[in-house]
């Protein structure tokens, strides 16, 4: 107690040697604490994680495990000088400096969550097709450095309006200044976001056999502003991501069956017998297929110079190959089966009718 009062007796630039003990304990006392938690509780909390099918937890602890030794330091300092009566000016410089340290953690802990979420969705969504997920990665890195800067912007705001900042000007100034970038960027800008928009919603992905318009090809690479495609004549066609998202796009990759009809024309000499059987063998050609499926096959029209025979079937892959060969089997097998059974496949003829007069 005597130790105690003695110090509460020593006065030095206007704190007891008391508040100057208390002070610092204080700071050992949370920076001990602090880094406890830093190197025990939070080696321990990773090693649960890792147990985990989950990779969010790790995330998380990743993100407390890489702050900064100056955080820790100048959080104990911060609490710990606020027994003692300094300067106003110590307590701003500290402060300001607090301000500095927490924005910073707090923009980084933010980047790399959502770095997270981006890469998972753009990986997850892409595993399938790897040309895809590396043009995703590049599409992502480019992601990543705009939301740094949307970070750091908002990052400097806070930071400037907790120092008593008027930032109302400074924002209007930005968006009178984003307007103006805005509208001189305004195609190159819609090109971009458009690319934002083929990648999360998947419109189509590297290796698909896409028709816009007129023109169709497989897409070799989606950039930030255009999409590369090439065409079965094999020139590389260059469209802007604008185009692609404003325009309506077939994609072939995402066919899980294709439809076909044909008709079938035979004379009009066949016999109805002939006739009959037709549907039934068609349907037995069909079937044995692996990659067709047989729907049906029906006598419908009384053609100008052929009996019309409509048939419908479906190719199980949406793959142009397969889809050619398959109607390739079929045909020579139809071809084959008519010839054998006499039935005659009809062309364009004209029957000419002339009377003679007798005199």
Same mark, same amino acid.
């Given at each position: 107690?005597? $130790?105690?009062?003695?110090?509460? /007796?020593?006065?030095?630039?206007? /704190?007891? =040697?008391?508040?100057?003990?208390?002070?610092?304990?204080?700071?050992?006392? @949370?920076?001990?604490?602090?880094?406890?938690?830093q190197v025990i509780i939070l080696t321990r909390l990773y090693k649960l994680a890792q147990k985990t099918k989950t990779d969010f937890d790790d995330v998380l602890i990743n993100i407390f495990k890489t702050i900064r030794p100056p955080f820790y330091f100048l959080i104990a300092l911060y609490f710990g000088i606020k027994v003692l009566t300094l300067p106003e000016i110590v307590f701003k410089i500290l402060y300001v400096l607090f301000l500095v340290v927490i924005i910073?953690?707090?923009? +980084?802990?933010?980047? %790399? @969550?959502? *770095?997270?979420?981006?890469? =998972?969705?753009?990986?997850?969504? /892409?595993?399938?097709?790897?040309k895809s997920r590396q043009s995703s990665q590049a599409m992502m890195k480019t992601l990543q450095v705009v939301i740094r800067i949307i970070?750091?912007?908002? =990052?400097?705001?806070?930071?400037?309006? /907790?120092?008593?900042? *008027?930032? *109302?000007?400074?924002?209007?100034?930005?968006?009178? #200044?984003?307007?103006?970038?805005? @509208?001189?960027?305004? *195609?190159?800008l819609t090109d971009v976001f458009s690319?934002?928009?083929?990648?999360?919603? %998947?419109?189509?992905?590297? =290796?698909?056999?896409?028709?816009?318009?007129?023109?169709? #090809?497989?897409?070799? %690479?989606?950039?930030?502003?255009t999409t590369r495609i090439r065409t079965l004549q094999g020139e590389e066609l260059v469209i802007s991501n604008r185009e692609l998202t404003s325009a309506r796009v077939q994609n072939f990759r995402k066919m899980e069956e294709r439809r076909i009809v044909f008709n079938l024309g035979v004379i009009y000499g066949t016999s109805?017998?002939?006739?009959?059987?037709? &549907?039934?063998?068609?349907?037995?050609?069909?079937? &044995?297929? %692996? @990659?067709?499926? $047989?729907? +049906?096959?029906?006598?419908?029209e009384f053609g100008d110079f052929s009996l019309i025979f409509e048939v419908v079937l479906y190719i199980k892959s949406p793959d142009y190959e397969d889809y050619l060969k398959t109607r390739h089997r079929i045909n020579l097998e139809i071809y084959q089966q008519f010839d054998k059974e006499s039935i005659e496949f009809a062309y364009p003829t004209q029957t000419i009718l002339v009377n003679k007069d007798e005199n």
């Open positions: 107690m005597e $130790f105690i009062d003695s110090l509460k /007796n020593f006065i030095i630039w206007g /704190n007891t =040697g008391y508040d100057y003990v208390l002070a610092i304990i204080i700071f050992v006392g @949370l920076l001990v604490i602090l880094k406890i938690f910073f953690e707090i923009i +980084r802990a933010s980047e %790399k @969550l959502l *770095n997270y979420f981006i890469s =998972g969705y753009l990986v997850q969504s /892409n595993k399938d097709n790897v970070l750091w912007v908002v =990052g400097l705001m806070l930071l400037l309006s /907790n120092l008593g900042v *008027n930032v *109302n000007s400074v924002i209007a100034s930005l968006g009178i #200044g984003g307007i103006a970038v805005a @509208l001189a960027l305004q *195609n190159i690319s934002f928009a083929i990648h999360m919603d %998947k419109i189509f992905q590297i =290796g698909d056999y896409i028709v816009v318009g007129s023109d169709g #090809g497989v897409v070799e %690479k989606i950039g930030l502003k109805a017998t002939k006739l009959v059987a037709i &549907p039934k063998m068609v349907e037995n050609i069909i079937q &044995p297929e %692996k @990659l067709a499926r $047989f729907d +049906r096959c029906y006598f419908v």
